[in-house]
């Protein structure tokens, strides 16, 4: 009878670990973006974010300006960091992801920084 009580009772300590585990947020995905008040007026397109072995990379496409690869990109806790080069400037992306949604800011240097709001459309 002792064996089968610390059975159970070491089954019922297993299940209630399993169920505290941490749920990961994860930017991976293709999203749609609308960068407001530009010197050029609102512009939109798409950002991918991938991860391969614990990397995350990206690309970022605007459908006025062309496609650039994300550099320096860093990823942690729903925030990201990169910049990237369009149309003869250097640019920068902060911002944050929750749940389907991202907010945050395009920075231009010298032209100054706009907000940018995006979409989940593929991935999770």
Same mark, same amino acid.
Request: glycine share 14%.
């Given at each position: 009878?002792? +064996? $089968?009580?610390? $059975?159970?009772?070491?089954? $019922?300590?297993?299940a209630g670990c399993a169920g505290t585990r941490k749920v990961v947020y994860s930017p991976v995905? *293709?999203?749609e973006y609308v960068v407001t008040g530009t @010197?050029?007026?609102d512009t939109n397109g798409t950002f991918m974010i991938t991860k391969t072995d614990d990397v995350f990379a %990206?690309?970022? +496409?605007?459908?006025?300006? %062309?496609?650039s690869a994300m550099e320096?990109?860093?990823?942690?806790?729903? +925030?990201? *960091?990169c910049q990237f080069y369009l149309s003869g400037i250097d640019l920068s992306m902060m911002g944050t992801f929750t749940g389907d949604t991202y907010s945050g800011t395009i920075d231009a240097g010298?032209? %100054?920084?706009? @907000?940018i709001t995006a979409n989940r459309i593929t991935g999770k």
């Open positions: 009878m002792r +064996k $089968i009580y610390l $059975i159970f009772t070491l089954a $019922i300590v297993s995905g *293709t999203w @010197p050029s007026g %990206g690309s970022f +496409k605007s459908v006025e300006y %062309g496609e320096n990109l860093y990823y942690a806790e729903g +925030k990201i *960091t010298q032209m %100054g920084a706009f @907000p």
